[in-house]
């Protein structure tokens, strides 16, 4: 079991910035790919960003490239995701979550994930 625990999130004005954390614990974070999910009311959970075990391989939806940055320290079990020039779109609750299954590649599918956090709301406003 992989155990994920989320933090960083809030209220933000739009323009604004915010660095999430999600820290994990239970087995070898480094056998993991992870990725950072997203889901509005109303809407169907989205894949923002996800990362292989080492870093050196990352994915990025269009709605959040060149805004969003995904990276993760595997000495401290930890992965992030750094969100500037935020838009009141960007409101949501934000999951991190880990898979195992593919040897460490990323998968940007919800489907394609072993583990979850419990997620933390961002929300942008005007």
């Known amino acids: 079991q992989v155990q994920l625990v989320e933090s960083g999130g809030g209220l933000v004005q739009a323009g604004g910035s915010l660095r999430l954390s999600c820290a994990a614990s239970g087995r070898t974070f480094s056998d993991y790919a992870m990725g950072w999910f997203r889901q509005a009311p109303g809407k169907e959970r989205e894949s923002v960003a996800a990362i292989n075990w080492s870093g050196s391989s990352t994915y990025y939806a269009y709605s959040a490239k060149g805004r969003f940055t995904i990276s993760r320290d595997n000495a401290k079990n930890t992965v992030y995701l750094q969100m500037n020039s935020l838009k009141p779109e960007d409101t949501a609750i934000y999951y991190c979550?880990?898979?195992?299954?593919?040897?460490?590649?990323?998968?940007?599918?919800?489907?394609?994930?072993?583990?979850w956090g419990q997620g933390t709301q961002v929300t942008v406003s005007l």
């Open positions: 979550a880990a898979t195992g299954r593919y040897g460490g590649i990323w998968s940007n599918k919800v489907d394609g994930m072993d583990y």
